[in-house]
Structure formats: structure tokens, C-alpha cells
């Protein structure tokens, strides 16, 4: 091995080689001992040569250790902060942070150079989204201890990542408030917490020295608070920016640390007073965690300004948070008693309240008016009409459900014989991380273009996957779902004259795997590789590997499986259309399997014979399945599922899943021999994440509603008990898909009303409202479901109030009473009364009112019969009489 003597007289005799194969070692340390000593005019003749070298090398990913020594190098050699920068700043360099840090100070002042808080400028107004927290403690080490740092939004961020990420390597770990009052960026940066959106989630970390279940919670806001109070910040500095961010509002998750740390400053009455003005603007517009802390504080004040609560009063009293408005009716109560020449002016704001969607609230505002003032005329117990459609009219009165019928399935889009236009639709497919659309035109557009446009097409796609998003650059090992490795490689070969033997080899091995021979048996047709794999995903891998193994082979003008339907349904007449054109050449195998799952079910012996009359075996294959009627409907079963048994040591995960859920079994009807495993369906373990992959799957199976319903079931499930994002978001889909619906639809449906995001309840409420505009939705198997669900404590049935109450106001008035009724029973027997219940009875009420509805709930009267004034006790007293009265 060569002394570091040796290599300093061969770098300053002219040979650069082992100089860089020091930093392909990732030898940064080795590289810092060459450059000692190495005359200026050297050092940048290296540099050149080390841009060049770079340069051949830009595929490369540089991990840390390269990335380092890449970096004494670079500081070593090049002659400008800029030069520099072009380098370091690339996504492909990772950087060891303190330790390259330190590296560079020592070749910097070795070399002579102070331009490395420039350099330090530079790399961090190049900060990424999905730069490394390395890089940034690189970039931050460079800096002197008296200079003003970067104040960039990227490099806040991810200094509020390093407080929350400190690195181990140093020992002990040192408490955050220790290493806040030490931290010299913590004056420059402080100001910008508040100032940058979306900032408050990252500071909502906990601190770990010993175990989790002791860490100390949301602990920046808490030692800023400490930080306060010894008088290291300005402790009003700290009150303005919290309010003023509040102010400027943003998502809730995000101004949650505000209103922690305002929690933990305790601001006195003589503060609140002060800023009296902020706290009413607040209690007013913000989001309601917001709100209800200001109202807190405002409330505490020994004698707040009645004309100012008036004024907030009139706003706070038509927002549709209960907790908030009975407060402030609470307040206003007690304002009187300190004011009563005002008792008719605040009994006028009060009746504000009156129109209030929630029933109880409606009732406490008639109590107070009729208390402190004339009682209001609006104040009933329910609503008098309920509107018949979205934007429609209000009718007095309004029975059932009054929703439009959505018609048919749109017309899928034309396919694409445009290679500008493929171009655009790959580059939207590969430029974000989104994964879960159909591909079928795509692909369509690819056998198309690729046998007559083969050179053409690779020109145009090279630019687009180099540009393409990392999600999309390889398979996924972790995710047995994944179809990033096959897309990429199928957009990599086509328009290859002729792909390599090792590529056309890897489409053949995945082809035949599909069909080889089972444990039990002979080979069935489909064959999944991997049980984690449902059996329509298998059918993706199946026909991605036939396209990739015949791509570019003439005689192919598109795929028989494309869709005519934007659902991924196929119209029988346009199959036989395209089988007619295809002659007497050999149709793909799986593109036709796709093909007839996609037609509508049922007997059609007049097209069947027209299929037979072709003569061919795609024809005779057609119309046995026209004759066979597809696919039949599969057996469906509700089976409890529990968690899996808690494993040999640390198992954290454990305590994460719930004990049990509903899960539904599907097989096959008697005699059918299921050859695609598609209509067998057993429950996944709980920790199954099918992540966006579901979507695809309603355009597998368009005909079969329960079917698809039963394949998404986990991903929906994981969304209410696992509170996992964006697990609902396919329920939509299932609205547009054929066929009959089951057991597997109302579990899914009753776990989406109760999912844990926004957004999944929505996506919930869509597919319930499109499934009762076509008169396929079994509200009362929902709401059966959604029962047993709350009653057993398995979902949070607080979270399904809101999406049913959008439904009523929607239209859907009576399905909404129809799911509640069958709802009802087993939550008012449940030992203790799940939270939510009062709310669903006030629903119950008003659409029983609305539509009419005169149905006996079990257990309903018992507890109306109960003593007492709880708000169950109310509320079901409210819905007896609703349904006994007349």
C-alpha cells in the first residue's frame, strides 16, 4: 500500500489517479494527507481533472463516505466557492456531516482559503426536499460562529430535523434544552418557526434518553418555554409569533406546537389582556383546537369588554363545533350575570345559536333566550325541511332519497397513436410518486407505437425517465406489491430494435413462473409467486411480462384488453372487433384473460356464436365464456380476525394492531374450479399495506363490486384501526364497478365512515352516496356493520358522524335513517355507551323526522326509559318521540 509520502510526490508530479481512486474508496482522511503541502497551481490542475472525472461519473450515487472525500477533495482543489458548490450540491452526494465538516476546515486552512462560508451559502440555497440530514450538518459545520446563517425555508426545516435528530456519535445524549441554549443559530433561526408553513408539525417531536413510553413529549416548544423563563429568549417574542403564526393559520397538525407552547408559557392575564385583540380573531376563524385555546384564555380574564365577546360572540355561534359554541353559551351566560342591564342584547346573540345543526346545542340557546330574553322563533327541534338535492331546493317534508342517477360509466379516452402524446402520459405516470392509476393506455400506446416508431419512441422517452421520480426508479423489495421494477423496464425497452437475451429471458422466467406447478397439484392458471400478492395484482405482473417479452413484434395494433369504459369495462362487440382484425394470428394470452373479465356478465348466446364463427381459438375461447356467463359471484363469509400472537422478544409492533377485526372470506361457488385463484380470498395478516396498488384493481374486475370490495378490505380496515392515510381513497372507485356488492362492501363502507384522515372519509362518503344513486347500496348491512364495529370498540365511532351527516344534507336522508336503525341496536346495548352515540341518535332523529319514518329500533325505548338527563338518555328520548309521534 502506498505511503501517504509516496502519493504527495506523485499527485505533485502530475498523476491524479490514485488521488481519485482514494475517493472512490471513500478514504477521506487519506485524501486530506495527499493535498497537504500541494502547491496552488497543482491543486487546480487536479481540480479540472476532477470535474472531468466527476463528470463520467454522474450516475453514481455517492454515499457518505465518497461523498465525504469528495468533498476534502473538491475544497482541496477547486479554485471557487461556486465551482465547488456544483459539485456538493448534487442529490447523487451524501455527506457525513460534522466529520466532513471538520475534514474541510482543516483543508481550507491548510490550503488558504476563506471562502467557505460562500460555499456554505451556496449549498444551502440548493437544499432539496429529500436532501440527507448529513448534507445539512455539513453545510451548517462550515459556518463560523459569527456569522449570520442561511435563513432559507429549507434550512430551517431541517434544522428543526437536526434538534430532533441529534447525532448519537457524541456520547451521552445532551437534552434539548441544553443544546438549544448552546446552539449558536438559535437566535438567527428562532423568528422563522413562525414564519414558515407547515413548520409546526417537524417541532412536534419527542425527546428519547432512555425508552419510548418515557420520552418526554412535544419538547422544543417546552424547552423554548424554559428558554423563556431563564431569560435566554424573549419571552414576548415567543407570545407574538405563536399568535401571529396561529393568525396566518394553516393545517391543523401544523399550528398544534403553537398552541403548545402557548400551553407552556402561561401567559398571564395582564398578557392575554395586552393582546386581547389577537384571541378574538382567533376564537372567531381558527381551526377549533385554536379556538377553544383562545377562548380559554379569554375566558379567564377578570373583565374582557362585552361589546368585543358580543362581536366574536355572533361569529363563534354559527360554527359548527359544538364543544366551542357551548362554551361560548356558557360565557354568555355568565356575561349577563356580570351585566344585566345587557340581558337583551346578549339574549339576541344568543339566539344566534338557535339555528345551530346540532340539537342539543339548538335547545341550550332556546333555554338561555328563554331565560335571559324573548325566546327565538327558529329554535325547533328539527330542521323543517331537508334539502332535495345538492343546490336543489329545500322541500317541506322531504321523503327518501333524492339523488340523481349518475348513467353510465364515461367512455374510456381514445387510444393513443401520438407519441408526443404517450411521451406526456409516461411523464406524468413516472414524474411523481403516485403509483396507483391504471396503465392500460399507457401500455396500449406502447404496442402500438413501439413495432413502427421503435427509434422515435426511445428518443423521446430516454429525457423523460432520466427525469422520472426515485419512487419510480427500481422495484420496491420491501413492498411485495411493487411494479416500479417492471414499468421501468418496460419504458427502458421498448423501441429497442431487439432487447438483450438476458432481457427477453427475465420476461420469459416471470411468464412461466405464473404457471408453474402448485404444492397441491397441476399448474392452475395463475399461479401468484408470493401469497402476499393478491390474485388480481398477479394478473398485472402476468400481463406486464407478456407485453415486455412481445413488445416491438409487428402484427399487435394495441391491446384486445383496453378498455371502452373509463371504469376499465370492455364492450363485448368491440373484443370481437379487434379478435376479427387479429386473423389467424395468436391473440396474447393473459391480454386476453384481461379482455374477458372485463366484459359484462351474463349468458350471450346470439354474440357467443358470432365469436364461434371466427374459427380460431381466441374466438372459441370468447364464446365459451360468453356461453359460461364470466365469472360467477363467490361465496362471501364474515370471519372475526384476531391480532397475531405476540412474538419472542421485543415486538413493538404488537401493541400497535387491534385486538380483533371483521374481515369476510370469499370462495368460489360450488363446482366452479376458480383457475385464477380470483374469486379465493382469504383475510391478510393486519400488518398487510397495499399502499396505492388498490386502485388499480377495480379496473381488473369492473363487473364484480364484492370481489373488488374483498381485495381492498385491509388497505380500508388499516385506515380506521391503523389510522394509515389514503386507505380509503379507492371506495370511490367501487361505486363504477358492475355487479352485486355483499358483505365486503358494507365492512368496507362502515370502516371508511370510521377512518382516522379526512380525507379517507370523504372518499367513504363518495362511494356511499354513488352506490345509493344506483340503488346498490345495503344501508341497513352498513349500518349493521358500523354497529357492531362501535359497539365492540373496534373503530372510533365519533369519526362516522360527520360523513353521514353530509350524506343526509346530500341527498340521502333516508338511506343515512335506514343505516342508522340497523346501527342503533347494538350500540345502545353495548355495556358502555361508545362515544358517538349521542350524535348518531341526534342524526337518527332528524332524518327519521325528514323522511317520515315510523321503525322500531330494539333497545330503544329501555333507554329512553332510563332516569337521568346524560346525553344518550336525551338524545334517545328525542328520537322515541320522533318516532312515535302522530
Known sequence: ??????????????????????????????????????????????????????????????????????????????????????????????????????????????????????????????????????????????????????TGER????????????????????????????????????????????????????????????????????????LAAEGVVDRAALLDGALGRLLRGDRPAALRAFTVLLHELQPTSQEVAARATDYLRLLADAPAPVAVMAQKALRALPDPEPEAVLAASREVLLRPDKALVRGQLAWLDRLVRRHPDRAAQIAEVIA??????????????????????????????????????????????????????????????????????????????VGTEHRGEPLDRILDGLVRLAPTDGPRLRAALDPVLARRHWAWANEHTWDPCCLCGLVSDLLETAGVPRPAAPQRGRWAALLAAVRRPGPAGPARELTRTDPRVPAPHALLRARLAEIGHHLGEPGHPGLLAAPTSANGALDPLALLERLTALGERQPWRWDLTQ???????????????????????????????????????????????????????????????????????????????????????????????????????????????????????PQVTAAADLDRRDGALALPLLAECGGTGG?????????????????????????????????????????????????????????????????????????????LAAALPPLLAAPTPPRGLPDLLTLAAETATATGARVEVPGLAEVAGRGGSSRVVTEARRLHRALTAG
Request: proline share 9%; aromatic share 4%; with cysteine.
Open 155 to 226: 434550512f430551517v426545516e431541517l434544522w428543526v430535523q437536526s434538534l430532533g435528530m441529534p447525532d448519537r456519535r457524541r456520547g451521552a445524549p445532551v437534552p434539548l434544552v441544553d443544546r438549544l441554549r448552546a446552539d449558536p443559530l438559535l437566535p438567527a433561526l428562532l423568528p422563522r418557526l413562525f414564519e414558515i408553513d407547515g413548520l409546526g408539525g417537524p417541532m412536534m417531536f419527542d425527546e428519547v434518553h432512555t425508552d419510548w413510553e418515557n420520552r418526554r413529549r412535544h419538547v422544543l416548544p417546552t424547552a423554548l418555554a424554559q
Open 595 to 713: 379482455a374477458l373479465l372485463r366484459l359484462p356478465t351474463g349468458v350471450d348466446d346470439t354474440l357467443a356464436g358470432k365469436a364461434e364463427a371466427l374459427r380460431t381459438p381466441a374466438g372459441d375461447r370468447m364464446a365459451a365464456w360468453l356461453r359460461a356467463g364470466g365469472l360467477p359471484d363467490p361465496v362471501a363469509r364474515l370471519v372475526p380476525q384476531a391480532r397475531r400472537p405476540r412474538r419472542v422478544g421485543h415486538d413493538w409492533e404488537h401493541g400497535q394492531f387491534p385486538p380483533r377485526r371483521i374481515a369476510v372470506e370469499l370462495r368460489p361457488p360450488a363446482g366452479h374450479p376458480d383457475p385464477y385463484g380470483l374469486l379465493t380470498v382469504d383475510p391478510p395478516p393486519m400488518e398487510t399495506d397495499h399502499a396505492t396498488w388498490a386502485r388499480m384493481w377495480p379496473s381488473v374486475l369492473p363487473h364484480h363490486l364484492g370481489v373488488v370490495a374483498a381485495y381492498m378490505l
Open 743 to 819: 358483505p365486503a362492501v358494507d365492512v368496507a363502507l362502515a370502516y371508511g365512515l370510521a377512518a382516522r384522515h379526512g380525507v379517507d372519509r370523504v372518499a367513504a362518503l363518495d362511494a356511499l352516496l354513488g352506490l345509493a344513486a344506483t340503488g346498490r347500496l345495503d344501508a341497513a348491512g352498513v349500518g349493521a356493520r358500523l354497529g357492531d364495529l362501535g359497539a365492540g370498540q373496534l373503530v372510533k365511532l365519533t369519526r362516522a358522524v360527520e360523513p353521514l351527516r353530509d350524506a343526509a344534507g346530500a341527498g340521502a336522508p333516508r338511506s343515512v335513517w335506514r343505516l
Open 1 to 150: 500500500m502506498k505511503s501517504t509520502v509516496r502519493r504527495r510526490w506523485e499527485l505533485a508530479a502530475g498523476g491524479s489517479s490514485d488521488l481519485f481512486d482514494l475517493v472512490d474508496a471513500g478514504s477521506a482522511d487519506l485524501v486530506a494527507a495527499a493535498l497537504t503541502g500541494l502547491p496552488e497551481q497543482r491543486r487546480r490542475a487536479v481540480g479540472v481533472e476532477l470535474t472531468e472525472w466527476f463528470k463520467t461519473r454522474r450516475s453514481t450515487f455517492w454515499g457518505s463516505a465518497k461523498g465525504t472525500a469528495l468533498a476534502v477533495a473538491v475544497v482541496g482543489c477547486l479554485p471557487t466557492a461556486a465551482q465547488a458548490a456544483a459539485l456538493l450540491s448534487r442529490r447523487s452526494v451524501a455527506i457525513d456531516g460534522d466529520r466532513a465538516a471538520r475534514l474541510v476546515r482543516v483543508v481550507a486552512v491548510e490550503r488558504g482559503i476563506d471562502w467557505l462560508p460562500e460555499l456554505a451559502r451556496r449549498l444551502a440555497d440548493k437544499l432539496t426536499r429529500d436532501v440527507w440530514l448529513g448534507h445539512w450538518r455539513f453545510v451548517a459545520g462550515l459556518l463560523p460562529a459569527d456569522a449570520a446563517p442561511p
Open 352 to 429: 344566534v345559536a338557535a339555528g345551530h345543526p346540532a340539537v342539543d346545542v339548538r335547545d341550550r340557546a332556546a333555554a338561555l333566550t328563554a331565560r335571559h330574553g324573548p325566546a327565538p322563533a327558529a329554535a325547533d327541534a328539527a330542521p323543517a325541511a331537508e334539502p332535495a338535492s345538492a343546490g336543489g331546493p329545500a322541500v317541506a317534508g322531504a321523503r327518501g332519497d333524492d339523488l340523481p342517477h349518475p348513467g353510465p360509466p364515461a367512455p374510456a379516452p381514445a387510444p393513443i397513436t401520438d407519441l408526443d402524446e404517450l411521451t406526456e402520459e409516461v411523464a406524468a405516470l
